[in-house]
């Protein structure tokens, strides 16, 4: 195969990792719109709810050109990850500021999203450990909980209150559902990580 074919197909100048860069710039859009008024305007919790749906569904699509044209690049591999983990905790710490999510669930979420990033990047030279299903579901359950408790759901008034007020104790439904399979899927990633690079050093030391 000719190098220089396979250098074009893995350059950093491609559309996933532009999605990817346009995930990250958008972050601090989305923390000025949920706290514009501390979080009570309508309107800019609606813009907000906006911003982080579109990041939600550019980080789906930068992940399936990627793996479908083969663009898998070592700037994604690195950028993607912390694109991820700043916009959802992003929402996470808005939301605690504004009084959505208890600051516990805050912290406990966010040390566990941020050892298992650093830890993934530590070992990636040796160790690649494809996301696994309580991960890919936990991925999911905090998308979902965070959509919607973005929502300005108990700022609204008049006849859409009730449906809206049933919709925000869903969401915290969901929240507590995806705060289980985080742990859940964190204590996977370490047993796994530390099984493989347990395997990994005594095939070295062959």
Known sequence: MNPAVTEAKTSNWNIPNALTTLRIVMVPFFAWALLV??????LWRTVAWAIFVVAMVTDKIDGDLARKHNLVTNFGKIADPIADK??????FI???????????????VLLREWS?????LSIAKHVVLAANASGKL?????????????????????????????????????????????????????????????HHRSRASV
């Open 37 to 42: 008024d501390g979080g009570e305007s309508v």
């Open 138 to 198: 936990k991925t999911v359950l905090q998308a979902v909980a965070l959509g919607m408790l973005v929502l300005p759901l108990r700022e609204v008034e008049g006849w859409p209150e009730t449906p809206a007020l049933v919709v925000w104790w869903v969401a915290i439904v969901v929240l507590a559902a995806a705060v289980v399979m985080t742990m859940w899927s964190g204590y996977e990633f370490f047993r796994d990580a530390f099984k493989q690079r347990r």
């Open 94 to 108: 808005g939301l605690s500021v504004i009084g959505e999510i208890w600051w516990w669930v805050t912290i406990l």
């Open 86 to 91: 700043a916009l959802t905790g992003m929402a």
């Open 116 to 120: 298992v990033t650093l830890m993934r």
